[in-house]
């Protein structure tokens, strides 16, 4: 099995920054792409940003230009900075993982999620 555990939500003022890491464990052979989503109360879950294991990148208009994705393949770990945020980004923000296991069977992974509050 795999787990993926977040870290470094919070409240934080409009303007400021945050950086989320996620970092995967358990029985895993390879992982593809990683990527970062938000759910919102009342709204559908989103893409924030996602990159291949090769460090393609893609981000929603929404938060390109202040979101920055990256990841650490010796550590199985991807994080998402955040910068000049903005009450519209308050959501609860989960990882994602595409992970190859030892039994050769990839499957799609998600994180318990990590909440961020921008707020005055």
């Known amino acids: 099995q795999v787990q993926l555990v977040e870290s470094g939500g919070g409240l934080v003022q409009p303007g400021g920054s945050l950086r989320l890491s996620c970092a995967a464990s358990?029985?895993?052979?390879?992982?593809?792409?990683m990527g970062w989503y938000r759910q919102a109360p009342g709204k559908q879950r989103e893409l924030v940003a996602r990159i291949t294991r090769a460090g393609s990148i893609n981000y929603p208009d929404s938060v390109k230009g202040r979101f920055t994705i990256s990841r650490d393949n010796s550590k199985n770990t991807v994080y998402l900075q955040m910068n000049s945020l903005k009450p519209e980004d308050t959501a609860v923000y989960y990882c994602n993982a595409k992970v190859s296991t030892t039994d050769l069977l990839t499957r799609n992974y998600w994180g318990q999620g990590t909440q961020v509050t921008v707020s005055s």
């Open positions: 358990g029985t895993i052979f390879s992982i593809y792409d």
